[in-house]
């Protein structure tokens, strides 16, 4: 059977579509029909060549997405045909139609949660999760602080923070359609939005008068945006970075090192997942925990843009230009 795919190469765009003969399903793999793949900034990331997972070439782009198996072989024990699994490693390729890959390799999702919702869960729903879980012991009723408020993760805290009983300032910056994206970071449940401008210019401190400073802050910009959150800090807090989407330094005040005890923190879902790989059981805990906020209503898959695979293009495309949409490749 043949698998259509989308072969990179480094630094090289993936502008053709091949077809490739699956090797036969060996005793411990499984054969797969992908159902969905989203196309990520990191998948583009890595296509360049400047993302910390490089995959041998020839290979097939996408690392995120969820497909349903097809056939098991004879000692396969965890999967079944017709379950739903995502790979837990960066540089699977998902941007296929079919696999042929070890049994240790996937992980199952429910299928009781939307299509969408599962292709996209892995990523940047889990990133979310795991910050809010790892870094500070968070109460309800305390705060967290964000800058990229308005992407796929940032939309993430919002809700499962909201879940949590936590409080959120979110961070945004100025554009001319800005308050129509404060009305929608608050129906997803943000407390605060608003504007870099607004925060160097009058601060926070009406906020702080409403809610205690936050213990946790979360970085996906770096620069000056980066400097903001980790200024408004409370004694002892920290702030995590998982991203540089300005592609400068941090700037950061000595004075926060010195005088708040405050601490910076770098994470990579990636990274986490090949430390519990062993453990699946961290994994399928966290998997559980996002899809019951998934079925109770208190996350939704993002906003996507859904394109048939062979106009595989137009996504690629679209997600080069702009973040403001996620598209997810339909099989």
């Known amino acids: 059977e043949a698998a259509s795919s989308s072969p990179s190469s480094v630094n090289s765009k993936p502008n053709k579509m091949e077809q490739l003969l699956l090797p036969p399903v060996g005793d411990r793999s499984v054969r797969l029909h992908m159902l969905a793949a989203p196309v990520n900034p990191a998948d583009m ?4 060549g400047s993302y910390p997972v490089l995959c041998p070439l020839p290979a097939v782009g996408g690392n995120e997405g969820v497909a349903e198996v097809i056939e098991v072989g004879s000692d396969v024990t965890s999967l079944r045909p017709g379950d739903w699994v ?9 941007w296929r139609t079919g696999a042929v890959c070890e ?65 959120t300032i979110n961070i945004i910056r100025d554009r001319p359609n800005c308050a129509e994206l404060i009305d929608e970071l608050q129906s997803l449940g943000a407390d605060y939005v608003v504007t870099e401008e607004e925060v160097m210019s009058t601060g926070l401190h009406r906020v702080f008068e409403e809610v205690p400073k936050p213990k946790l802050g979360l970085n996906c910009v770096g620069g000056l945006s980066g400097g903001i959150v980790f200024s408004n800090l409370d004694y002892g807090g920290t702030m995590v970075t998982y991203g540089g989407m300005a592609k400068r330094p941090l700037q950061i005040p000595a004075k926060s090192f010195i005088f708040h005890n405050v601490t910076l923190k770098g994470f990579w879902l990636t990274q986490w997942k090949r430390k519990h790989k062993e453990d699946k059981a961290q994994l399928k805990a966290m998997l559980n925990a996002v899809c019951d906020l998934m079925r109770g209503g208190q996350l939704s898959a993002p906003h996507c843009v859904q394109t048939p695979f062979h106009q595989y293009t137009h996504a690629l495309q679209a997600t080069v230009q702009s973040h403001s949409h996620k598209h997810v490749l339909i099989m």
Do not use: W
């Open 86 to 94: 995502m790979p837990i490693d960066a540089g699977f390729g998902t």
């Open 45 to 48: 990331n890595m296509i360049q």
């Open 103 to 167: 049994e240790d390799e996937l992980i199952s999702v429910p299928k009781d949660i939307s299509l969408l919702g599962a292709a996209t869960i892995f990523v940047n729903p889990c990133t979310a999760y795991r910050m809010l879980h790892d870094f500070q012991t968070l109460t309800p009723g305390c705060t967290v602080i964000q800058n990229a408020s308005n992407s796929a993760v940032g939309q993430a805290v919002i809700q499962i923070a909201a879940a949590l009983g936590l409080k």
